[in-house]
C-alpha cells in the first residue's frame, strides 16, 4: 500500500458577485481621488496637500511603511523576512537585501516594497532625504501616492491616495486550504476585463511582476496588507497566508510574518480584494469569501497498487457535519484543468476503503492530479494528500529530460533551473505527494515550452 500524510486542503467555487461600488468617482484623466479603496469610504489627504507645496519622488518602504494608513494594523510586519537564494528577482518592485549567491549564500532578504510614489511636503524634504536616501525627485505628480511627513526626526506615512484603474465585480474566486504556499489561498478569475497576470510572461497584464502589494478587506472592515513571496506570487490571481497555530510548512519561499493580523481572517468572510502597482489599484469586490476554521485532527489516505481504491483513515469523522469525499483526477491548472470525478459519496464514520470508478482514465493523459476532499458544513474542505502514480512520476521524469535540454541551451534562465532543481529533489522522496509531483509537472510543461501554455497556479 502506498501512505502519504494528511494535506489540508478546502476547494469552493464563489460565482455570484456584488455588484456595490466603493465611494469617489473618477475625474476626466480616470483618478479615482479621495478613495478609499479597502472600505468605500471618502479620505481628505488631498486637504492636507492644499495647504502645502508638496515634492513627488519614488522610495524604498518597509511593509509596515508602506501599509501604514491602509490596513488595520502594521504592528505585526517583521523589519525583514528571510528567504533562500531563489527568486531574488522575480519581482521588480520587491525590495531584499540580496548581493550574490556567496554573500547570500544562508538566504537573503525582503525588507519591503521598492517603486512607491510618495508626497512630501517641501519644507521637509531635505528632512526626509536624511532620513530615507533611496527618495528619487519625480518631474510631476503621479496618479497614486502615499504622503509622509516628518515628526521627531521620523518619516510617518499617511493613506495612500488611489488611483482606481478598474472596480471589478465579475471575477470569481477559489478558496483552497494547505495548498503548498500557505495554510490558505485564495485564486482568483478574472471576468470579461483580464488584470491579472496567469501565465508565465508579463505581456498583456496591467498586474504582475510589477505589483506593489495586496490588501484583503473583509466583511467587518478587518484589513491587512501581504508580503512578496510569502503571501504575492508573480501570477497575483494567488494569495496565500498561514495562521498562527500552524507555520512550521509552506515557508518555500519566505517565513511568514505578520501572523497575529493573518490570523485574524479565519472565520471571517473576505469581500474585497485590491491589487497595487506602483500608479494604479484595481479593486475585486465579492458576495464574501468565507475563511472556514482550518480541521486540526488526523487524517491519513492510502491507496492500492492498482490505484483503484482509497482509504481513508480517522479515530471518527463524526464533527464532519454533512461530510462528503469526493476523488478526482485533474489534469492542467487555472481555466484550462480538466476535472474528473472518480467517487462522489458519504463520508464513512473510522477508517473506510473506497472504490474509485478509474474507467474515464482510460482516455486521459498522464501527469494529472489526485485528490479525496471531504467537504463539510463545520471545516474548510480538507484534501487528504494521495501519493503519486506511477504514471505521475514517469510524466515528471519525461517533462524533466525535456526541461534539461532547454536549460543547455538557456543557461541564464533562473526560474528553469528553479524548477529543475525542485523537481529533482522531489524525485528523490520515498512517495512524493500526487498533487505536488503533477503541480511541477505543469509548471516544467510550461516552463520548457517554446510557447507560453495555458495558466498555473505555480508561483
Request: aromatic share 8%; charged share 20%; proline share 2%.
Amino acid at each position: 500500500m502506498k501512505k502519504i500524510a494528511a494535506l489540508f486542503v478546502a476547494v469552493f467555487a464563489l460565482g455570484t458577485l456584488s455588484a456595490c461600488g466603493i465611494g469617489g468617482s473618477p475625474d476626466e484623466t480616470g483618478k479615482n481621488e479621495n478613495v478609499d479603496v479597502s472600505s468605500g469610504t471618502e479620505q481628505n489627504n488631498h486637504s492636507e496637500s492644499q495647504d502645502a507645496s508638496y515634492v513627488f519622488g519614488t522610495a524604498t518602504l518597509t511593509y509596515a511603511e508602506f501599509y501604514s494608513g491602509d490596513v488595520s494594523s502594521v504592528d505585526g510586519y517583521d523589519a525583514v523576512s528571510s528567504a533562500t537564494t531563489s527568486k531574488y528577482e522575480i519581482m521588480s518592485n520587491m525590495s531584499t537585501d540580496f548581493v550574490d549567491e556567496e554573500t547570500n549564500a544562508d538566504g537573503y532578504h525582503i525588507l519591503g516594497v521598492k517603486n512607491v510614489n510618495v508626497a512630501v511636503p517641501e519644507s521637509e524634504l531635505e528632512s526626509y532625504k536624511a532620513i530615507n536616501p533611496t527618495f528619487a525627485e519625480l518631474d510631476a505628480e503621479p496618479e497614486q501616492y502615499k504622503p509622509v511627513s516628518i515628526s521627531d526626526g521620523m518619516a510617518i506615512y499617511g493613506a495612500t491616495e488611489w488611483n482606481v484603474a478598474d472596480t471589478v465585480t465579475d471575477a470569481a474566486a477559489e478558496l483552497i486550504t494547505g495548498s503548498n504556499w500557505g495554510d490558505y489561498q485564495i485564486n482568483v478569475t478574472d471576468g470579461v476585463a483580464v488584470h491579472l497576470r496567469n501565465t508565465r510572461e508579463d505581456e498583456g497584464f496591467d498586474v504582475g511582476a510589477n505589483i506593489l502589494g495586496i490588501i484583503l478587506e473583509t466583511e467587518s472592515g478587518l484589513k491587512v496588507g501581504m508580503e512578496h513571496l510569502q503571501s504575492i506570487w508573480v501570477q497575483p490571481y494567488e494569495v496565500s497566508w498561514n495562521i498562527p497555530e500552524d507555520n512550521s510548512h509552506n515557508t518555500h519561499i519566505a517565513a511568514f510574518d505578520n501572523l497575529a493580523e493573518l490570523g485574524k481572517l479565519t472565520g471571517e468572510t473576505v469581500t474585497k480584494i485590491t491589487y497595487i502597482t506602483s500608479d494604479a489599484a484595481y479593486v475585486y469586490e465579492f458576495e464574501g469569501i468565507y475563511i472556514k476554521p482550518l480541521y486540526s485532527g488526523e487524517l491519513s489516505g492510502t491507496v492500492n497498487d492498482a490505484y483503484d481504491e482509497v482509504t481513508l483513515s480517522a479515530d471518527n469523522f463524526k464533527d464532519f457535519e454533512n461530510g462528503k469525499l469526493t476523488v478526482t483526477y485533474t489534469l492542467g491548472e487555472g481555466r484550462s484543468r480538466e476535472i474528473t470525478v472518480l467517487l462522489e459519496t458519504e463520508l464513512v464514520n473510522g477508517t473506510a476503503a473506497y472504490l474509485l470508478d478509474t474507467s474515464p482514465l482510460t482516455e486521459l493523459a498522464a501527469g494529472g492530479v489526485y485528490a479525496a476532499v471531504i467537504s463539510s458544513d463545520s471545516y474548510a474542505d480538507v484534501t487528504v494528500a494521495l501519493p503519486a502514480s506511477e504514471d505521475q512520476i514517469a510524466a515528471l521524469e519525461v517533462i524533466l529530460a525535456t526541461a534539461r535540454e532547454k536549460m543547455a541551451a538557456d543557461s541564464d534562465n533562473d526560474v528553469l533551473s528553479s524548477h529543475i532543481a525542485e523537481a529533482e529533489e522531489l524525485l528523490k522522496e520515498t512517495s512524493p505527494s500526487s498533487q505536488e509531483v503533477g503541480s511541477l509537472t505543469n509548471e516544467l510543461t510550461q516552463l520548457a515550452s517554446d510557447e507560453q501554455q495555458g495558466e498555473h497556479g505555480g508561483n
